[in-house]
Every structure is written in C-alpha cells, then in structure tokens.
C-alpha cells in the first residue's frame, strides 16, 4: 500500500535534507539525514515519506529501519507497519516480516486485504503452499480489482495445477485490466497448461502484435502449438521466439522437438538445438529424453542410456525415462535391469502427470 504524499516545503528539516541527499546521491548526506530522522521527533507522515522515498531510491534496507522507527513510534499506524513488512519481504527478511504483520491493526476491508496479501507473500516464500494460497483468496475476496492480487492468486492456482481457478481468475481481472501485459501473459499461459491451445495461441497472437519483441508470448505460443501437435507452427513460433534478445533456452528444446516430430531428416540440426537447452538447462528432463531418442535412432545407445541417466538423476519420478530406459536395457540384452526399469515405470505410471506439461510449467514456478 503505497503512502505517497506532498513533499513539503522549506529547508531546514531532516526529510528536505534527505531529498536532497538523494537527488545528488550523496550518500554521506542521505546517512546524515538519517540519523536526524531516527533521533529526533519526527512527525508520522515525515517518517512515512522518508521510508518511501529511500525505496523508491533503492535503498531499501534503510528504509526499512525508517519503517520500523515509525511503527515504534506510531504503533497505531497501519501505513508504517505495512510498509515495514512490505520493505523486509523486499529484502528476503520474511521472519522478520512475519512479525511485523502480527497483530497488525487494520480497519477496513482494504486493509485487512492488503495484510492477507502480504502474508501469502510470507507464506509462499517459506514453503507454506496451503496458508499461501488461503491468504491470497482472502486478499483477492477482500479487492478483487486488485491486478497483484489476482496474478499471484493465479500464480499459487498454476503451482498446484489448479488452471481453470486461475484462469477464472485472471480473465476476471483482464475486463478491469485489459492493457495488463503480465495478467495476458499468465492467462496464456494457464490456457496453455490446461490443453486450451487455440484460446492460449489467440491470446499470444493479439500480445505479439501489440509487442513483437514480447519473447514470452513467442515461448507460449510455440509450446502450446507443440501440445496441440502442429508443429510446423510449433517451429515457426520458436524460430522466431529464438530470433528476439535474450530469448528463453526453452525455445531450442521446443524447435528441436518440431523438428523430430515432423520426422525432418535433420538429426545434426535436431541435436545442436539439444546441445545448447541442455546445456543452459542442463536440469532440464524433457530435454535430455528427446536428446536420448535422438542417439539412440543414431545407434548410439551407451549415449542415449547415458542421458536418460542423467534425466532421472534430475527428477526420478519420469515414468516416460524409466519406460524409455528399460527398452534400451532390454536391446542390450540386460534383462534384469529392464524388468526393474519397468517395476519404476510401472508404479509411477498412474500417478505420473504429463512430462511435457510439468517441464513447461517449472519455466515460469522455479525461479
């Protein structure tokens, strides 16, 4: 809850010397400042300002320590407690952020709103998923107009593969938002998770126009046309996703597996694009199973079982690399090891989501 208000004038107090001290960079004044602030009597709304404007300049840890002193003195002041905790999440500081939201007073149900988002920010950041997605409902309850309510709400929806929630959510959202590239962004990619290729494709088409250079729109296009089994378009929106600045990696795994599912006879140009995922994604299992399938129609099979390996020392749970590599172990002639290959394939069968549609997902949660 951003408390922006008039500078006053003069200039004589501590919070005109601390403008000053900011609009030079001088940071030896802005210390100055500081102490006066911290030592004196200042006024609420003086300590209010002089905590936003130091965030606003960056300098949030010393903002910080403004909050705070404010909170102390003003314990009543919802704006100086909000903007504390606001501050220590900024920082990483969640415990301390923690505290300071306890027994926060809040009055209305603005308020009482804004407190409930920052504690799903608390709560998502300390591996607390339930309490954080309870707050963020509670939040987007209390101001549903709220553009970061309804992204991270959507956000916590898209972590637990909940996509119709989130999408209901955010196209919700988009009707009070509708020029909001990031609700855009997560809507597309929500419908594209969720098997609504055509509505994700659309939508990423409409952003590429408004902003060719918008590369995440290029990445959800091209894997939702990959999902959707048309891969000559799938090809087409990668080629052109890896042509833009500071493209995502994705992309390469995304062209190559056009490629190869367009049977294009191609295998050097199908490998180098695995080359480079991996080797800027080299946790990357999706990447490293195609590479494998690659090797393996080369008659390269110790390589191919090599970069299943690798593929489940990443994550274990693949039913498809566990299948993948009994069939290999079975061409070898080592028949225990695919009988025991299979016995992971098959208990992790049923309950195993879709390969694809996890490594896409974990682009956008992972971070």
């Known amino acids: 809850m951003a408390v922006l208000l008039t500078l006053p004038a003069g200039a004589d107090t501590p919070l005109d010397e601390l403008t000053r001290a900011l609009s030079t960079n001088d940071r030896k004044a ?208 990668a080629s052109a996703g890896l042509s833009l600045a500071h493209a995502n990696p994705y992309l390469y795994y995304l062209h190559a597996e056009a490629l190869w599912n367009e049977r294009a006879n191609d295998n050097g140009r199908i490998l180098n694009d695995l080359h480079t995922a991996i080797g800027k994604m080299p946790q990357c299992g999706v990447c490293l199973l195609l590479r494998s399938r690659v090797l393996e129609a080369a008659h390269n099979n110790n390589a191919a079982m090599a970069d299943i390996r690798a593929a489940l020392a990443a994550d274990p749970r693949q039913a498809q690399a566990w299948y993948l590599l009994a069939m290999l172990y079975r061409k070898s002639g080592q028949g225990a090891a695919a009988a025991g290959a299979l016995e992971q394939y098959r208990a992790l069968q049923n309950a195993q989501t879709n390969d694809e549609i996890e490594s896409f997902r974990k682009q956008f949660i992972d971070k």
């Not at 010393?62 to 909170?71: E, L, M, P, W």
Request: with cysteine.
């Open 30 to 237: 802005v210390k100055t400042a500081e102490e006066r602030l911290l030592g004196g009597s200042a006024s609420l709304d003086e300590l209010l300002k002089a905590g936003m404007l130091l965030a606003q300049h960056e300098m949030l840890s010393d903002g910080a320590v403004i909050f705070k002193k404010c909170s102390e003195l003003y314990p009543q002041s919802f704006e100086a407690k909000y903007n504390l905790a606001l501050a220590q999440i900024g920082l990483n500081d969640y415990a301390s952020a923690e505290r300071a939201l306890q027994g926060m007073p809040s009055v209305s149900a603005r308020e009482t709103a804004a407190v409930a988002y920052l504690w799903g920010k608390v709560f998502s950041a300390s591996g607390r998923p339930q309490q954080a997605r309870q707050s963020f409902e509670k939040a987007y309850r209390g101001n549903p107009n709220d553009e970061n309510y309804a992204l991270d709400l959507a956000l916590v929806y898209i972590q637990s593969s909940a996509y119709v929630l989130a999408i209901n959510v955010l196209r919700t959202a988009r009707r009070s938002h509708p020029e909001s590239t990031e609700l855009a962004l997560e809507l597309a990619l929500s419908e594209a998770l969720s098997g609504q290729s055509d509505a994700a494709i659309a939508l990423c088409r409409e952003m590429s126009e408004r902003d060719s250079s918008l590369a995440t729109a290029r990445l959800i296009a091209a894997f939702a046309q990959c999902f959707a089994g048309n891969y000559p378009a799938c090809e087409a929106e």
